[in-house]
């Protein structure tokens, strides 16, 4: 939306996390979204049709798989982004001692791998607590996504220019009806597209998952390729189907940008 | 307005640093209920840290600020039941672009003030009206000008009802077509014996409109008068320097 004066939108950032996400400009018919969706699709056609023997196979062996990797993906997805926001907060609070605990959180959780986060909390925490492989997988995606939103929501809230809280304040709003009523709703605008990059890699990262015996879709794709040998067509099959979840994701998110941004 | 009115804002000898640098310096000045007092200076003089010390914008080292009977900087007082009372206008305009003209006025009133909805549109019906935008109500501010974004800021403020109105360089920010539209709502207020702050550089708004003209220079008052005596007799020599400068 326009804007003038000194409320001029901040640019947006513009990275992709993959899944070329189209943009509204991008109308013509061959573009990387669509070649990619339609290739992939047709490959997936053409190979069951052809040679059902083994990939129809496949095909039907791996909806399990895709159906935890979806749950555990939606629940990661959530659960980052109430932590994500909480430390987000946290790190432009004024208060030292909750700023330093959201800090702290967020470069700790940064400089450590997404599998050692993984390995430590089933496997190094489960010396003390024994959670379920699923429940530990979708704790460590949190977490570590967390950290990450946790940034692009504080970027996201200190390109709001500083008029708009004094402006609220002056009206007697308190500090958290301000973030809610008026930084948020406009921070938002600015934060989905980094957070809608950081949905697409949390899906494709979910395959990590599958070392901690979580069934997902690469898990039971190396279920089967270990029992029936058919190692090529079956790691075909699971990358073709990432690929495709992946694009529909990214094109998910690209709506959801463009509704939000034309709402005022 | 007469002296001897109520004092409506008291400020006891405030003074502000930043660093070496004294921003404000042992500044006393009281505003009467119903009075317009302009706040005019060179830049840097300390006048909109005075303003936007009035609601704690900006916080103070040493001194005090009673505002209709409360101690602002007292530990008891609850910073957000004075801005209630204490509309303010910036030079930004600072509107809510992602609401429209009419939920930006309702916004405090139902927040803060906890009016339902309908009280609310009532009211922000009426101010639209008075500074005259009222055919803008479901518009959202981006598509708006400077000027009417600037009125739809002062009615946002009027809505509180507050008690007193500070205005931090409302037209600095604004074409000069526009300027006119905002002062003569502000001109139309002052009448109705609104009680206002105002840090301006439109001297012509500041003869014609002001109770009390307060010169301000190096975080000090300097000199203060009725805008004839400031304007015409002053025997300052700051102020006679900074009065041929701009006029």
């Known amino acids: 939306m326009p804007m003038s004066g000194s409320a001029e939108n901040p640019k947006k950032i513009e990275t992709s996390e993959g899944g070329a996400i189209p943009k509204k400009d991008d109308i013509g018919l061959f573009t990387a979204w669509r070649v990619t969706f339609i290739g992939a699709i047709s490959i997936i056609a053409a190979l069951v049709y052809f040679k059902p023997e083994p990939y129809l196979a496949i095909l039907k062996f791996l909806p399990d798989g895709i159906y935890v990797t979806f749950k555990v993906t939606i629940a990661s997805i959530f659960l980052s982004l109430v932590f994500g926001l909480i430390a987000g907060l946290g790190r432009i609070s004024q208060n030292i001692f909750i700023n330093g605990i959201a800090s702290l959180y967020v470069e700790v959780i940064r400089g450590i791998p997404l599998l050692v986060q993984l390995f430590y909390i089933y496997f190094a925490l489960g010396k003390f607590v024994q959670l379920p492989a699923e429940l530990c997988a979708i704790i460590a995606m949190s977490i570590c996504y967390g950290a990450y939103m946790a940034e692009i929501f504080r970027a996201g809230i200190d390109a709001i220019p500083k008029g708009q809280t004094e402006a609220a304040r002056s009206l007697g709003m308190t500090s958290s009806q301000t973030t809610k009523h008026v930084i948020l709703p406009q921070a938002i605008k600015t934060i989905l597209p980094p957070v809608g990059n950081e949905f697409i890699a949390l899906l494709k990262d979910s395959s990590l998952v599958s070392i901690l015996a979580v069934s997902d879709l690469l898990r039971r794709g190396r279920e089967y390729a270990s029992e029936s040998f058919d190692y090529f067509e079956t790691y075909t099959m699971v990358a073709l189907i990432y690929l495709v979840i992946t694009l529909i994701l990214s094109k998910l998110v690209a709506i959801m940008e463009d509704k939000i941004s034309d709402d005022g | 307005m007469t002296m001897d009115s109520k004092t409506l804002v008291h400020i006891e000898n405030v003074s502000k640093f930043y660093g070496e640098l004294k921003a404000l310096d042992s500044v006393s000045l009281d505003i009467h209920d119903g ?205 006679k320097l900074f009065l041929s400068q701009i006029l």
């Open chain 2, 35 to 239: 009075e317009t007092v302009v706040i005019i200076g060179p830049s840097g003089s300390g006048k909109s840290t005075l303003l936007r010390s009035i609601n704690q914008l900006e916080t103070i080292d040493a001194g005090k600020i009673i505002i209709d009977g409360v101690d602002i900087y007292d530990e008891a007082t609850n910073i957000n039941t004075v801005r209630e009372e204490v509309g303010m206008v910036f030079q930004s305009f600072n509107v809510f672009p992602h609401k429209t003209v009419m939920e930006n006025l309702n916004l405090a009133q139902t927040v803060v003030r906890k009016r339902t909805v309908e009280e609310a549109t009532g009211i922000s019906k009426k101010l639209l009206e008075k500074v005259g935008i009222f055919e803008k109500a479901g518009q959202y501010p981006g598509k708006l000008s400077g000027g009417q974004q600037q009125r739809v800021a002062i009615a946002r403020a009027l809505a509180m009802t507050p008690k007193v109105m500070l205005f931090d360089e409302p037209t600095s920010a604004l074409d000069p077509e526009m300027i006119g539209e905002v002062l003569d709502v502000m001109t139309k207020l002052a009448k109705e014996g609104m009680t206002m702050v105002v840090v301006t550089h439109e001297m012509g708004f500041a003869r014609e409109v002001a109770d009390r003209i307060i010169f301000m220079d190096h975080g000090a008052i300097v000199e203060q008068g009725t805008p004839d005596e400031f304007f015409d007799h002053t025997e300052n020599d700051r102020a």
